[in-house]
């Protein structure tokens, strides 16, 4: 019987292993570093924790299966799981494609390989396919990478052509799915050779933990993940496999009210005055509107704002009472934050303004509260 993501989530005991002889109806955590090969009696050696954990590879299996990949690393934080993608494709001197609107952490990790391994960084923006073949006819690409969408631009990019222009060129297609999640698009399915994700952020859902995971396409690319994560020691513990185990049954449920909220309030910051652009891909007044309508499921509830000036913007911050002023997204509190001082603090001025993002620039995480409560907050929080 084939089934439908939602379900896979809440049966997740059913990508265990193990037949489970007490019928609990979670999967057991192997809190072990080490096994003993003697007492083994499957087929799978299991050795070492690093290596391989039964309790990591339910959620393993799981993404595999939603992802509709071939293997999946599930790694420590959201960031490892970037890294280990780095490498295992780049070498020294490598070329890699990256859109230009990308997570601060990325574009840290990008900087360190360009100084480190001498890899040429092409940062590009994906909207411009003319540019992309370009840049790919004219490079030995290896890797192309980008977010959908992306953090903090918003931007929608069309996955299915990035991805055919990319093997044109016989290079790598990686997306980075941190922000729509496997619920609302599955970039393998779309023709992308990798799909990564922070499960810090909707998948866990209740900001308790950091961790990451990347599914491969095909065998070939997975034993490559899972190669490189021994070797470099990316994998995660069990107990953080549990913690995000908790929150995935309901991630369905969760990004449709995120969605709602989200839109809700940001038709609400559309109409003041104090506001000069609200970006939200849900918003009719988004430029890939129609894109992300077909691409995504549900739009998760991550926007930018630009207030008319920074003063605003930071007194609003400081007054608001519900908004935390933190980084990540995707818990059941709101948040918001200046990509510029927080999450992005890693590019200069010049980087974030061709990505459109300013000093003013507030990004918004819409939690699972009342939305009166929220917009009341608003409210307050602008008057002081
Ligand atoms: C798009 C994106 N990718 C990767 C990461 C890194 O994830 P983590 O913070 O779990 O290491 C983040 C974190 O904010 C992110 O926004």
């Known amino acids: 019987m084939t089934k439908q993501i939602e379900t896979s989530l809440c049966h997740m005991a059913s990508f265990a292993p193990f037949d489970d002889v007490s019928g609990a109806s979670h999967f057991p955590i192997y809190n072990t570093g080490t096994f003993d090969l003697k007492k083994q009696k499957g087929d799978k050696i299991y050795d070492y924790t690093r290596s391989d954990n039964p309790t990591r590879e339910v959620l393993e299996n799981l993404f595999t299966h939603v992802e509709r990949g071939a293997g999946c690393v599930c790694t420590h934080t959201g960031i490892a799981c970037v890294s280990l993608l780095f490498e295992t494709v780049l070498k020294a001197n490598s070329h890699i494609l990256v859109e230009a609107d990308c997570y601060g952490g990325t574009f840290r990790l990008l900087k360190i390989f360009k100084e480190k391994y001498n890899v040429t960084v092409h940062f590009a923006d994906f909207l411009d396919f003319e540019n992309l073949e370009h840049i790919l006819a004219t490079n030995p690409i290896d890797l192309v990478l980008c977010e959908s969408p992306t953090n903090p631009g918003l931007k929608i990019i069309d996955l299915k052509k990035v991805a055919d222009l990319t093997h044109k060129y016989n290079a790598l297609f990686a997306v980075d799915n941190s922000l729509a999640t496997f619920i609302s698009q599955r970039p393998l399915e779309l023709g992308a050779d990798f799909s990564l994700f922070s499960t810090t952020k909707y998948i866990s859902g209740h900001g308790a933990v950091v961790a990451g995971a990347i599914v ?169």
């Open 216 to 384: 491969a396409k095909t065998e070939e690319l997975s034993d490559k993940i899972h190669y490189y994560a021994n070797a470099h020691g990316r994998s995660q513990n069990p107990m953080d496999v549990y913690l995000i185990s908790l929150g995935i049954p309901t991630l369905k449920v969760r990004m449709a009210e995120h969605e709602k909220n989200s839109i809700l309030i940001a038709k609400f910051l559309e109409e003041q005055d104090y506001i000069v652009k609200v970006t939200h891909p849900a918003l009719k007044s988004h430029p890939q509107y129609d894109l992300a309508k077909s691409q995504m499921a549900y739009i998760p509830g991550l926007f930018c704002v630009d207030f008319n000036s920074i003063e605003l913007a930071e007194s609003f911050i400081e007054n608001t009472k519900l908004f935390g002023e933190k980084c990540s997204f995707g818990s059941p509190d709101s948040r918001v934050e200046i990509p510029a001082k927080i999450s992005h603090a890693s590019f200069s001025k010049e980087e974030l303004a061709a990505i459109g993002i300013s000093d003013s620039t507030v990004r918004f995480s819409i939690g699972l509260e009342n939305v009166e409560d929220l917009i009341a907050d608003i409210k307050q929080a602008v008057k002081k």
